[in-house]
């Protein structure tokens, strides 16, 4: 572990931990968000081009593969411009443009309306991209709803050429062990929290829905997935399901805090993680990470 890595744990346990476990107003939290995302790092170069279906790039050399990138934020808060750690920096490290949508946030509107935005993205972007060049992505909510649309594609005979997600969240019945045993090692998920996050997100649908619950999806024919978690996180047991569900490759990262990706710039394990995914998505892609 890093000094780095310990130093981040000791402020988010002290911090944010606290200010997540006291959140009540949606609003509020994505305020609050928005404003610590600011003093992220982002790459040199960036280019940010919002609208219908906002652009990362950074340094772009393949135009014939995208990236489709569902941010997260317990489908409450979170938005492209959040994640520009995040996306900008798998758009340098792999030379693709990275598509990232913005979908209705719950309570205001509960699912499924997120993942029929992420429907109505992947058939957008499908009008550029032929459907076998689009890589799927997302981190925490974010993973689980690309990982819901991936399901909708391989039943509809569109799979993506694969799919990356950090730490997600694939399960909103709350069944995963993890919940209970990383209750107190979890520096910045309170496990309640969680609990009452998938209330005020699933709207009239089951928790079982697997366009909220890819868990209990069907993937016919999956194409390559990397999923990535900490091993301290209370969402880490999503993780390792969802891999057993896929085959899918896990990379499990001791001690690393939810979605710690995001601290790119900040945290040595941050480009760490985000090389190894550029690099399962240069081989999807058939290129070299530069």
Known sequence: ???????????????????????????????????????????????????????????LTNDTHAVLYFH???YITGSPETHL????????????????????????HPAPAAFDAALAAHERLSRIY??????????????????????????????????FAFSPWTDLTLGGESLLTNADSDVLLPAHR????????????APTD????????AFPDPPPVLIQTGTTEVLRDDARRMTK???????EWPDCPHVWQMFDGYLPEARAALREVAAFVAHLADRTVR
Do not use: K
């Open 194 to 205: 969680v609990a009452e996050a998938a209330t005020l997100v699933r709207g009239t649908l």
């Open 72 to 74: 997260g934020g317990a």
């Open 210 to 217: 697997p366009r909220i619950s890819p868990l209990f999806a």
């Open 1 to 59: 572990m890093s000094l780095s890595l310990r130093l981040l744990n000791l402020l988010l346990r002290w911090t944010a931990r606290p200010s997540v476990a006291r959140a009540r107003n949606p609003g509020v939290e994505r305020r609050r968000f928005a404003s610590a995302a600011r003093f992220l790092h982002r790459p040199a170069h960036l280019c940010f081009l919002d609208g219908p279906l906002p652009r990362v790039t950074c340094h």
């Open 245 to 251: 569900v896929l085959g899918a490759r896990l990379s």
């Open 130 to 163: 032929p459907w076998q060049n689009i890589i799927l992505g997302g981190d925490s909510a974010g993973g689980g709803l690309a990982l819901a649309l991936m399901s909708h594609l391989c039943q509809t005979g569109r799979p993506p050429a694969g799919l």
């Open 85 to 108: 750690t995040i996306t900008g920096r798998l758009a340098r490290l792999t030379g693709l443009p990275v598509f990232a949508p913005r979908y209705p946030l719950a309570p205001e």
